[in-house]
């Protein structure tokens, strides 16, 4: 759904004027460009990014139909971190990604080092570089963002809120 379409806003308060206790989720397109403000005017139930896993969409419907908003922890990403990281990372060196990575899974410096046959000079070096090419502050802003990547490949997990 393309959000920016003012008759896509106002679907839900007209599906709503039919059937107020209908419970409405919508299943947004994650190229859309959506801001808070463009969700509120959704006043939806449920929220899903377009692509979902079949146990997501069962986890949002069955929240929904219990009276529960439910927000699919994706969405929450694209609202909270900035969409230009996906963009730089592709600026990374081989080496910088590789550490990125490890960082993603948990490792620390010492144990990257050791894996990596580097010093640890050296790991917080490519760290470094790696923060300030996407814009990132901490290991866990950059785990989130790793993260956030491997969900456009298909893999990560859902949150109900």
Not at 66 to 80: E, N, P, S
Request: include cysteine; charge should be neutral; hydrophobic fraction near 45%.
């Amino acid at each position: 759904m393309d959000i920016a379409d003012w008759q896509t806003a106002s679907l839900s308060f007209r599906l709503r004027a039919c059937n107020s206790a209908l419970g409405i989720i919508f299943i947004l397109q994650p190229k859309s460009g959506f801001d808070v403000e463009d969700i509120r005017e959704l006043d939806a139930d449920g929220l899903l990014l377009d692509g979902v896993s079949h146990r997501c969409l069962v986890e949002c419907v069955t929240a929904v139909a219990a009276g529960r908003k439910w927000v699919d922890h994706k969405i929450l990403q694209h609202l909270l971190m900035p969409s230009a990281p996906h963009h730089a990372a592709r600026t990374l060196t081989g080496r910088e990604a590789e550490v990125a990575s490890l960082v993603a899974r948990g490792l620390r410096n010492k144990s990257i080092a050791t894996q990596l046959h580097v010093s640890e000079g050296t790991v917080k070096m490519h760290l470094h570089h790696v923060y300030e090419k996407l814009h990132l502050g901490s290991r866990a802003e950059l785990a989130w963002t790793l993260g956030e990547a491997a969900d456009h490949l298909g893999t990560g997990h859902k949150s109900g809120l």
